[in-house]
């Protein structure tokens, strides 16, 4: 018989999110009033002096036009004093259930990734619902996809070891945007995809989104809000355009994808659409690596990453970063042979 009791955290896990405030009360769902000062209260975790402390990481900003005459701001990360020639690259989207946060929200957690690659990291600011409802999320970075896709030789880098990755509902604009770039027929190639407990499926018909409905950093309420203000009423979606791209839960055709690693706790709202997604993509012939985190809650890896689990999640991660930019590597050094 299915339980919809919530899946317990690890204990190691709970001291650092009691000394939050985050445990045992689960944060509520935002509502409209309360938006602004729960953006305002992320801020600090935005800001440039919180978030580039690393002495070896050196940034920049760029501006990309929109077609009605407003800029996409983008910001560009890289390893000081890095190796000459192409580096590989980094297409990231930050997390915030699509109503938070911002291009540099938590974006020093990317920083591993760039200092073990040598690679330049492109994030950019999209914009927020319920503001901006979809496509306006998606058309952000796929503009900004474009522009870095036309820039490689000017950024440094080598559009043959190009990987787009994402938190939460980073992760889900990653996998959004992996498959509109297929679709498009983008001439640039991600090699990788790296979704990390990605927000993939509004309809939230698992197990898991009624197990963790009240329960966990994200839960299932705060979920169903965060989808309502970003894609409307839940009776129309299925009629949007481009609803696959949104919601890539939802997605059949998972195929001529990149090599891709997606990672969730057992703890969390998205456990169950995060297993579905990556028998699908290896139902369709995606080279696929899941990793469900026992214990684990949503955001884990960085609330809590001096547990057992959360080190585990962080060295399988590198592991798999180093395991597939060699083998993007051997194949462009193959391709230059030819």
Not at 305 to 322: G, P
Request: hydrophobic share 40%; aromatic share 8%; with cysteine.
């Amino acid at each position: 018989m299915t339980s919809l009791n919530p899946i317990p955290f690890d204990p190691q896990m709970i001291g650092p999110l009691s000394a939050q405030g985050m445990y045992p009360v689960s944060p509520p769902p935002v509502t409209r009033e309360e938006l602004p000062s729960r953006r305002e209260m992320l801020a600090p975790l935005s800001a440039d002096a919180f978030v580039f402390k690393d002495p070896e990481i050196e940034h920049r900003e760029e501006h990309i036009p929109r077609p009605d005459g407003s800029t996409i701001e983008i910001t560009i990360a890289q390893k000081k004093d890095g190796k000459a020639g192409l580096r590989p690259g980094i297409f990231y989207m930050h997390g915030g259930g699509l109503i938070l946060g911002t291009r540099k929200f938590l974006l020093e957690e990317s920083f591993p990734w760039v200092k073990e690659l040598d690679a330049v990291l492109i994030t950019t600011e999209y914009r927020l619902a319920p503001e901006y409802q979809h496509p306006a999320a998606l058309d952000d970075c796929y503009a900004s996809l474009e522009w870095m896709s036309k820039n490689t030789a000017k950024l440094g880098v080598d559009p043959r070891k190009v990987m787009v990755a994402g938190h939460s509902a980073g992760g889900g604009l990653a996998a959004g945007i992996a498959l509109l770039a297929r679709d498009r027929k983008l001439e640039m190639k991600f090699c990788a995809q790296l979704l990390v407990y990605p927000m993939l499926d509004d309809r939230m018909q698992t197990v898991s989104s009624q197990q963790m409905m009240n329960d966990g950093t994200w839960t299932g309420k705060s979920n169903a809000q965060a989808w309502e203000w970003y894609l409307g009423p839940a009776a129309e979606r299925a009629k949007k355009e481009g609803i696959i791209y949104a919601a890539p839960g939802r997605a059949t055709d998972l195929s001529a994808l990149p090599p891709t690693l997606i990672e969730v706790g057992t703890a969390e709202t998205f456990r169950d659409e995060v297993i579905k997604y990556a028998t699908r993509l290896l139902e369709c012939g995606t080279s696929t690596e899941l990793h469900v985190y026992s214990g684990a809650f949503h955001g884990s890896d960085m609330w809590a990453k001096e547990s057992d689990v959360a080190q585990a999640c962080l060295a399988t991660r590198r592991n798999w970063l180093n395991r597939i930019f060699r083998s993007a590597s051997s194949t462009a050094m193959a391709d230059a042979s030819l």
